[in-house]
């Protein structure tokens, strides 16, 4: 009679750990939304990547990624954010790992990514740049141009989707110098250790502004890259973990208002972005296909 007992017992709880695990917070049963909610507050990942995500000289966390999510956590009853500043390469295996529990960086949006994390609707669109030294010595105008030419050394931000683009061109992989951040490109740059940086076109203009450097300047007629055909234009938006579907769902219909009311283009002015940058009416589905 003592072993029937306790074999029942050993299987209620069994079954009760098994419900638990298939709900959204092991403990509680709630999703990362209902949770954010319950308590006010979220914590947010970022890559301290001007204008997207970073901290102003105040210590403030801001950039038009920031800004965008405030405003839509704002209308869902999510007043507080804290950020967690992580390097580009390393968010979307620490929005994986819980460190936090939304990207909010300006993050592409790309097939690849999209096996891992679940995206919102881009909130912007975007192109390249690229910066060299003063006079452009090495005549650089594309990066056909620096594949042309194996002695030609540019610089990109670790995770960044350039170097998958360079590389796509024809730019050979000793070609690309991998660093940690923005303002170490720009570096980089600037001691002549390489010949060139690329970054999409408002981070670049940002880093340039910052730096205030007489020693390299923006190439201003550069050509957007061509692959299999098509000229390249990035999507940028936020990222989820795949299970936080009623997250995504709220977040696109509050950035969709932001979108129809003309206030998503105002946050975007403030961070050098125009009207040319707004993502239209591409949804992150077909981008992901």
Do not use: W
Not at 8 to 20: E, G, K, Q, V
Not at 98 to 108: E, P, Y
């Amino acid at each position: 009679m003592y072993k029937k007992v306790l074999v029942i017992l050993i299987l209620i709880t069994l079954t009760s750990t098994l419900l638990l695990a298939g709900c959204g917070n092991t403990t509680t049963g709630e999703t990362t939304l209902q949770k954010a909610q319950k308590i006010g507050e979220i914590k947010i990942g970022f890559a301290n990547e001007k204008p997207y995500a970073y901290k102003d000289d105040n210590g403030q966390l801001t950039g038009e990624a920031v800004e965008i999510a405030k405003v839509i956590f704002e209308r869902l009853g999510i007043k507080k954010i804290h950020g967690e500043l992580t390097e580009f390469g390393s968010l979307i295996s620490g929005l994986k790992a819980k460190r936090f529990d939304v990207i909010t960086a300006g993050m592409f949006i790309t097939p690849e990514r999209c096996q891992q994390v679940a995206f919102a609707n881009p909130e912007y669109s975007i192109g390249e740049a690229l910066a060299v030294q003063k006079g452009n010595p090495k005549n650089l105008h594309s990066y056909e141009d620096i594949a042309k030419d194996p002695s030609i050394k540019v610089a990109v931000m670790a995770g960044a989707q350039e170097a998958k683009i360079l590389k796509e061109v024809g730019v050979k992989e000793n070609q690309i110098v991998i660093v940690n951040d923005q303002p170490s490109a720009i570096a980089e740059l600037e001691s002549g250790r390489v010949d060139a940086v690329t970054m999409t076109g408002p981070s670049l203009q940002a880093m340039l502004d910052s730096a205030k450097s007489d020693k390299i300047e923006r190439v201003m007629d550069f050509k957007d890259p061509v692959i299999n055909g098509k000229i390249l234009r990035n999507y940028g938006a936020a990222a989820f973990r795949k299970e936080d579907t009623d997250f995504v769902k709220v977040y696109n219909e509050e950035l969709e208002k932001m979108k129809q009311s003309g206030e998503l283009l105002e946050i975007l002015k403030k961070f050098g972005f125009t009207e040319n940058e707004l993502p239209g009416d591409i949804k992150a589905k077909d981008i992901c296909k």
